[in-house]
């Protein structure tokens, strides 16, 4: 599952399986299935039984060799990859062509499910596209509200050289107040370091399963880690905490 795209047929019978052996008992008879498969796997916290759904879970795999050709370009993966698929682009780039492989369908299709999670992290600004790429950290979303403006391209362009700094009068003068808000929290290093791109799910960067997972189940990672601070943060006592929980 963490290397090719499960077909359809493969998918269902497993639901198949697993519901028959969740409902129903030893004996011949079939039995009734008194919630959808759907319902099943919706996790807990939003109301369901939280059951694993196979397909998402096989998207969510697939992506993290996705992950490995957006940040591990080099490797001997990556090169073949690379070589063979988008020659000319990268890999959130690229097109699905003609004739392609099995196993690089079924990644390509991973992709959509990447680009909902990645964040670049401002290292010098020359690879970031200040109006098309994700790039803040805000509860809003990740990509810039405001306009797009001709002179300025890439995020290098907003960061003053001489100090290092970014650019105050730049942003005032041509950013809404939320994104300027949002940009002066950026920290910029001391040092030249490259743009780098993230995953804004997790503590160190680095794409997650789980996460992944979540975004594609339920479209509001938020709200699935919310239930979770609500039920612990009651005024009542452990004991009914943890029976919620």
């Given at each position: 599952?963490?290397?090719?795209?499960?077909?359809?047929?493969?998918?269902?019978?497993?639901?198949?399986?697993?519901?028959?052996?969740?409902w129903?008992?030893?004996?011949?008879?079939?039995?009734?299935?008194?919630?959808?498969?759907?319902?099943?796997?919706?996790?807990?916290?939003?109301?369901?039984?939280?059951?694993?759904?196979?397909?998402?879970?096989?998207?969510?795999?697939?992506?993290?060799?996705?992950?490995?050709?957006?940040?591990?370009?080099?490797?001997?993966?990556?090169?073949?990859?690379?070589?063979?698929?988008?020659?000319?682009?990268?890999?959130?780039?690229?097109?699905?062509?003609?004739?392609?492989?099995?196993?690089?369908?079924?990644?390509?299709g991973?992709?959509?499910?990447?680009?909902?999670?990645?964040?670049?992290?401002?290292?010098?600004?020359?690879?970031?596209?200040?109006?098309?790429?994700?790039?803040?950290?805000?509860?809003?979303?990740?990509?810039?509200f405001?306009?797009?403006?001709?002179?300025?391209?890439?995020?290098?362009?907003?960061?003053?050289?001489?100090?290092?700094?970014?650019?105050?009068?730049?942003?005032?003068?041509?950013?809404?107040?939320?994104?300027?808000?949002?940009?002066?929290?950026?920290?910029?290093?001391?040092?030249?370091?490259?743009?780098?791109?993230?995953?804004?799910?997790?503590?160190?960067?680095?794409?997650?399963?789980?996460?992944?997972?979540?975004?594609?189940?339920?479209?509001?990672?938020?709200?699935?880690?919310?239930?979770?601070?609500?039920?612990?943060?009651?005024?009542?006592?452990?004991?009914?905490?943890?029976?919620?929980?």
């Amino acid at each position: 599952m963490g290397v090719y795209k499960l077909p359809n047929s493969v998918i269902d019978e497993i639901r198949s399986l697993t519901a028959r052996f969740w409902w129903e008992n030893s004996d011949a008879r079939r039995r009734v299935h008194w919630l959808n498969w759907e319902v099943m796997c919706t996790p807990k916290c939003l109301g369901g039984m939280g059951f694993r759904d196979m397909g998402v879970f096989n998207e969510a795999l697939l992506g993290k060799q996705a992950w490995r050709l957006i940040n591990n370009p080099g490797s001997l993966f990556g090169r073949v990859m690379k070589g063979k698929y988008f020659p000319h682009s990268d890999f959130l780039e690229s097109s699905l062509g003609f004739n392609g492989s099995y196993a690089w369908r079924g990644i390509w299709g991973a992709k959509s499910l990447v680009k909902e999670g990645v964040v670049w992290s401002v290292g010098d600004g020359s690879k970031i596209r200040i109006f098309e790429d994700p790039w803040l950290a805000d509860e809003k979303g990740r990509f810039v509200f405001t306009l797009g403006i001709d002179r300025l391209n890439v995020v290098k362009d907003l960061i003053n050289v001489e100090t290092n700094d970014w650019d105050y009068e730049l942003l005032f003068e041509n950013f809404e107040e939320s994104d300027v808000k949002c940009i002066m929290t950026i920290p910029l290093s001391l040092r030249t370091q490259d743009d780098i791109l993230t995953w804004a799910f997790s503590k160190d960067g680095v794409y997650d399963v789980k996460s992944a997972y979540m975004i594609e189940k339920t479209c509001d990672l938020g709200a699935f880690h919310q239930v979770w601070v609500d039920i612990w943060g009651l005024d009542t006592i452990p004991k009914v905490k943890l029976f919620l929980w």
